[in-house]
């Protein structure tokens, strides 16, 4: 008796088991059948970008081949005409200037406001790190206007330390927003091990919370460098000589001359310039997306 | 740690107020450094945020030249204007469509790259994040070039498959279809990485406990999925929202608003008045209309943002 019901509802579960399985396993071939569908649409851009810069001029000029391949054989003339007849590598010698000093700024100012909002509560503590969620909520079209009053008014329009002065905007609210959450997640009998130790507040934030919150400043690093590579309405309104401009602008304005695009040099030149954030985000993946996620989560 | 050095504040009264007051004087010195430390941040907040805010309002009221205040006159010259209404209307069908592909195609491929096994997420997750990481203004110019009418990409395709090419960035239909397709292009990716980190955050046993209740999928996706990643979704669609309505980039570099002027946004239209034609207060006019919307989604991202910081403790 007791021998029948156990057989009868364990052959049940193996028959439901290896449906489940096989249902499974189509569920996965299916998974992974749309994501390539989303991969070419997310990808093909970029793809499209790489194979263009590839391309010799002649190549381009025909529209009989399919363009999405190369047929006449890769060629690297594009970038050596990119880089020697164009003011590119001003352009990527500005923006990397700018990000430097942007990202260094930022770092400085947002993380002594952030262990000072984070773990020092004071008068009117909590209102000021509302107050940086909201400013970083406000969108740079918002206001290029009036900067470029003020911008005009500091004699810092057409130079790209004026580009220094206005990013901060963008990259500081964030990064103090995500450094106050890692600083506070950091246990409380650490510091206070640091006081009873007589260490200063300055001394407690350099040798324990900036090596400790580690992950996070290397994200908030991220996330300055990569705002302050593809600013693109600052300098649209701000900058408008070749010797001053930055990558974004340039690319998309300078290199554009005359009736006839050089497709293949501007697409050699956006890879360029898109290159330096890839490159981090290929090698430091887990931080860039710590950083991206924690904007939402923290707090 | 504020909160244990009040409690010796308060315990210890007796000892504080007999011997010279140390223990005040040292809160004292520390709310003291802490607002030190805030100081360049409150600077930069107060006079490159609040300041030309404010700046922003009283520029507005300016006549062209800036020598003469002419109150509300350049909202309402905007506002008799029909190219100002079209930029309104073409403000707001980019950004609700844009926002609700971007949401759908980021919670599409965010349960698709969760159906993988562990191991092979981490790669999948990086290569669809492409988009995202790549300067918008750079890919946009790829773009602008796969749009190209005669020469390129998709009318290649479209011709050998045995269609007509399609006219994109010259019709203004196609326009607008074109330079939302390419937000969404750029935006979906940041969907999915939010709502990936959402779907990892639901307890499992949820899950195990619906299957043994005999749940479909769907039902599990309808009744468990959707109300835990409720406020996540929230907050992802209203910060997508302030940062696609306010986008510059694609429509400025892919159309500068034509074809007669029907994919200008509110940025791009202000930068052809304020900078391109040189009448800043009518410029700053115009970004100031989209304050109201934006301050709205403001205050409802700032509350889902707090209910999720109670909610993850």
Known sequence: ?299 | MADTVQTWGSTVPGKATAKPNRMQKFLRRRSTIAFLMCLPLILIIVCLVIYPAFYSIYLSMLNKAQTRFIGLGNFTFLMSRDTFWMVVQQSTIFALTAVFFKALIGLITAHLVNNLPAKGQRKWRGMLLVPWVIPLALSTLGWWWMFDPTNSAFNYTLRSLGFDGIPWLSDPYWARFSVILVNVWYGAPFFLIMYLAALKSVPEQLYEAASIDGASAWQKFVHITLPMMRNIIAITVLFSMIVTFANFDIVQIMTAGGPRNMTHMFATYAFLLGIRSGDLPLGAATSLFMFPILAIAAVFILRGVRKRGREIG
């Open chain 1, 1 to 299: 008796m007791s021998s029948i019901t156990a057989s009868v509802p364990s052959s049940k579960a193996m028959r439901s088991g290896a449906s489940l399985r096989r249902s499974r396993r189509w569920a996965l071939y299916a998974s992974y059948f749309f994501l390539i569908l989303f991969a070419i649409f997310f990808l093909a851009p970029p793809y499209y970008m790489i194979v263009t810069a590839l391309k010799t001029d002649g190549e381009m000029a025909k529209l009989a081949t399919n363009p999405w391949f190369i047929y006449d054989g890769v060629t690297l003339d594009q970038f050596r005409i990119l880089l020697k007849n164009t003011d590119f590598l001003i352009y990527f010698k500005n923006t990397a200037i700018v990000t430097v000093c942007v990202v260094a700024i930022t770092m400085v100012v947002s993380v002594l406001a952030a262990f000072a909002l984070g773990r020092m509560r004071f008068w009117g503590s909590s209102m000021l790190a509302t107050g940086i969620f909201l400013t970083y909520l406000v969108p740079d079209t918002l206001l290029f206007i009036p900067m470029f009053q003020i911008v005009k008014t500091l004699g810092l329009l057409n130079s790209y330390w004026g580009m220094v002065l206005v990013y901060p905007t963008l990259t500081v609210p964030f990064c103090t927003w995500i450094m106050i959450g890692y600083f506070q997640s950091i246990p409380k009998e650490l510091d206070e091990a640091a006081l009873i130790d007589g260490a200063g507040h300055m001394q407690m934030l350099l040798k324990i919370f900036v090596p400790v919150a580690l992950p996070g400043i290397i994200a908030a690093m991220i996330f300055a460098f990569t705002v302050s590579w593809a600013a693109f309405v600052y300098p649209m309104a701000f900058l408008y000589s070749s010797d001053q401009q930055v990558l974004t602008v340039g690319t998309v304005t300078s290199l554009i001359r005359g009736d006839v695009y050089k497709w293949g040099m501007l697409m050699a030149g956006a890879l360029l310039a898109a290159a330096p954030p890839l490159v981090i985000y290929a090698f430091l993946m887990d931080y860039y997306i710590a950083g991206l996620t924690a904007g939402a989560t923290k707090g």
